[in-house]
């Protein structure tokens, strides 16, 4: 969770205008005036209202009456489900890049007293409060020019000595192309920010926020600022430890935490899916420095995290987080085919990299600079450059500010796929310039579903306005980017064990015994990491989807969740827990390298650590557990219900391959209709082929799934069942779940699941956490 000014993230913001088809001065001088005469006349105002008020009656009107016609049918498509984006044509923006005019400001006397200034250090940040004591140290940073980007949160008063600071009004009048894109409230205007200090000379930019302390008051002692320097012989052509592609050839992204000594912390921007790999780098290769272009820093105190840590880890709202990383472990570098986290309040950007400074507007505040960050590592493998990272270069202060996980939907969702799209996109065109590449990435991303069209006509504005004001874009090398090396000729097999700092925030004891609980999870990490979890949730998956797959995820390949309450922003698909598993085959053709797929529903909680010495090769359901798995012999007092079901299992019988047919009949529940709740079993690999045959012999009869599931079982034949695996399990039938919460109390650490529970929240969420923490203690550092 990034916390610099993105309290504005929740409020409205003002619509983006469309941008203009041309560079028009007299167009933008317009706006501008706009924007400083709010205070316009009383008669003024009531002659636009009775205007607009015309306008609105004459269109509800012109609409009433073409709804009552069969012309007005086709126009009127107010009960027609939205279009899928994703067969939006796109337009693709033509630039004639060798026509692009020299920069000229809309209003030359409002940008005057800048004309002349220059400098080749600059320090960017939004404000929208009153300068803060982080902002008044920051502009005495020997050496760095302060430059504050307002919104329309800004106070209209906003000045600090020292610091140059572009009103929204200002902003307007610079005439960049880019301005017009931007959202008014909101932080993302930074990118106007960058704009103007490469107009005015700059070949460094630190992208800050206005709550960092930096360690010392120095970014030279922090960063490599001077790459020419770093690179050359008077240094003795030092090199960088670098992340070695070697380690492990499936993984995308890495957590540089670990690294600087913090295993149990994660940034912002990770995938969840990867929070679980807490193991150091069993040895890095080396590169030469002078390509680190964008240089990411770390911070104490509170680090660039996520809402899933912070509101899962906060002890207290009284007590802050204080945690601190490692400032003696070496700058680490990330290679072509890997990457990782970059925000935009303590990061270094070269010249070389100031291409990719652009914040993107079509996706959620907390999300727009994760993604830029990823997106810009993918280009900077074009002209050679790389990411690295940086030991803890400035002091945040935790003030706790409610952010929505929907903030951070674009994360959660959509980052695991946005890192394996960038590393595997190629450039159609080897010939292209890196602004084309460019352009080409932004287009490919929209065409995707990262962003939307908005941000490729962004793209195409921003990088025009780069050319306007005389930035000389990179050369783009020939690189061999699907076989890239992982050393640069100094060894392939550098060691460097980070420290294990203490969090005591955590509740974690940081001795001999995390290693034995790392182990552990390893272990079972070993067992279950190639079987995907298939899960069914009840309720509003809005408040329990992210903490399943935050819990789960740390063991299996993969969660898959269903609900009746389906969230394209979570992942989340439809399913109907009546006929879950006719949804299952599509699971199982999605993961065809998958061990075995395990259902679970969410009522059931499942004790990983107890499944060890189950066989994974065989079928496991709750054969052996009595309250469980029931045969109902049917008669004349039968209800209806079984009576219909018993009917559609008799008719699929009858239709059973000889195999299957066989193995039911032999299971002797031929004249009994079997019910199994079914809240929990498991299909290897080598019966997923049987059980998708099954499922498409049920058709489209409506068995229910607590029918079908024994049928499919027992057609697989029982002597092919792992009876034990679940047999242990405690299922408290009897016992009613509080709606307005979780019982608990029967929960015990020792069984391999438990049944029944209802999670409905975080609070609840955690409770259960610390309960299976009994049997997992690394799992309190979620809590």
């Known amino acids: 969770m990034q916390v610099q000014d993105r309290s504005t993230a929740a409020k409205v913001s003002k619509p983006s205008p469309r941008p203009s088809s041309s560079h028009d001065s007299s ?25 607009a008020l015309f306008i609105l009656v004459a269109s509800i009107t012109a609409l009433f009456f073409l709804g009552r016609t069969s012309g007005g049918a086709a126009l009127l498509c107010t009960n027609r489900r ?15 890049w060798s026509e692009i005019p020299t920069f000229l400001p809309v209003d030359p006397a409002a940008v005057a007293p800048f004309s002349s200034f220059r400098s080749e250090r600059w320090i960017v940040v939004s404000v929208s409060t009153s300068p803060t004591d982080a902002l008044r140290a ?20 906003w000045s600090l000595k020292g610091a140059i600071y572009l009103s929204v009004d200002l902003q307007a009048r610079l005439g960049f192309r880019t301005v017009d894109f931007l959202p008014y409230g909101s932080y993302v205007r930074k990118s106007i920010g960058y704009l103007f200090a490469i107009q005015h000379g700059a070949i460094l930019i630190y992208d800050a926020d206005d709550r960092s302390d930096i360690l010392g008051g120095d970014l030279h002692k922090h960063f490599d600022l001077d790459l020419a320097a770093a690179a050359g012989v008077d240094s003795g052509y030092p090199v960088l430890l670098q992340y070695s592609r070697a380690a492990e050839a499936n993984r995308s992204v890495v957590n540089p935490y670990v690294h600087f000594g913090q295993r149990s912390v994660w940034p912002r921007g990770l995938p969840l ?5 807490v193991g150091h780098e069993k040895f890095y290769s080396e590169i030469r420095s002078g390509g680190q272009f964008i240089q990411q820093g770390l911070s104490n105190g509170l680090p660039d995290v996520d809402s899933v840590f912070y509101f899962t880890r906060k002890s207290s709202k009284s007590e802050p987080f204080d945690i601190f990383f490692d400032e003696e472990a070496p700058r680490v570098a990330l290679p072509q085919g890997l990457m990782v986290p970059v925000n935009s309040f303590n990061t270094i950007f070269h010249s070389q990299a100031f291409w990719g400074l652009m914040l993107p507007v079509s996706v959620s505040s907390m999300a727009s600079d994760v993604i830029r960050g990823y997106f810009a590592q993918r280009i900077l493998w074009e002209i050679g450059g790389f990411v690295a990272v940086y030991p803890p270069t400035i002091l945040r202060q935790d003030r706790e500010e409610s952010y929505p996980f929907a903030e951070e939907n674009d994360l959660h969702v959509n980052v695991g796929r946005l890192t394996k799209f960038l590393i595997s996109w190629r450039s159609d065109n080897s010939n292209f310039t890196l602004f084309e590449k460019i352009l080409e990435l932004s287009y490919a991303l929209a065409q995707d579903g990262f962003w939307t069209e908005k941000d490729v006509e962004l793209t195409a504005a921003w990088l025009q306005d780069l050319i306007s004001i005389g930035y000389r874009q990179p050369l783009t090398m020939s690189m061999e980017l699907d076989h890239p090396k992982g050393s640069n000729g100094h060894g392939d097999r550098r060691e460097f064990v980070p420290r294990k700092i203490s969090s005591v925030h955590l509740g974690v004891d940081e001795s001999g015994i995390v290693n034995y ?70 699971v199982f053709g999605q993961f065809a390298d998958a061990e075995g797929f395990l259902f679970l529903e969410d009522s059931m909680v499942l004790n990983y650590w107890n499944l060890l010495q189950a066989d994974k090769a065989k079928l496991w359901i709750t054969n052996k ?62 019966f997923v082929g049987d059980f998708v045959d099954l499922v ?36 408290e039938k009897s016992v009613a779940v509080p709606a307005n919460g979780s019982s608990l109390s029967y929960y015990t650490p020792k069984a391999p699941a438990v049944y029944p529970l209802k999670i409905q929240n975080e609070p609840d969420f955690i409770k259960l956490v610390q309960l299976m923490a009994s049997g997992d203690p690394l799992l309190m550092e979620l809590v």
């Open 27 to 51: 167009i933008r001088g317009q706006k501008s005036r706009d924007l400083s005469s709010l205070a316009s006349s009383t008669s003024s105002c009531n002659t636009y209202t009775f205007v």
């Open 82 to 96: 939205p279009i899928d984006p994703r067969i939006v044509r796109i337009t693709y923006p033509k630039i004639s």
């Open 138 to 157: 920051l502009v005495k940073t020997r050496g760095w020019q302060l430059l504050a980007v307002g919104n329309t949160h800004t106070p209209v008063d």
């Open 273 to 277: 899916e990867s929070v679980s790999e």
């Open 517 to 586: 609980e790392i182990g552990n999870l390893i272990r079972w990490r070993r067992n279950f990491g190639n079987v995907v979890l298939i899960m069914h949730c009840s309720g509003e998956v809005e408040r329990t989807a992210l903490e399943w797959r935050l819990l789960y995820g740390r063991i299996f390949k993969t969660v898959i969740i269903f609900s009746e309450h389906n969230s394209t922003d979570l992942a989340v698909e439809y399913g109907e827990l009546s006929k879950v598993y006719k949804y299952l085959p599509k």
């Open 625 to 686: 557990v009595p309250q469980s798995w029931v045969s109902v012999s049917l008669d004349n007092k039968s209800t209806k219900w079984f009576v219909k079901q018993a009917a559609m299992v008799k008719k699929v019988v009858d239709t059973l391959p000889v195999h299957f047919q066989v193995s039911y009949k032999e299971s002797g529940n031929e004249d009994k209709l079997v019910i199994c709740s079914s809240e929990v079993f498991y299909v290897p690999r080598s």
């Open 696 to 731: 498409g012999l049920v058709g489209h009869l409506e068995m229910h799934h607590r029918v079908a599931i024994p049928l499919f079982f027992l057609a697989m034949n029982s002597q092919n069942f792992d009876s034990d695996a679940l047999q242990r399990i405690v299922y």
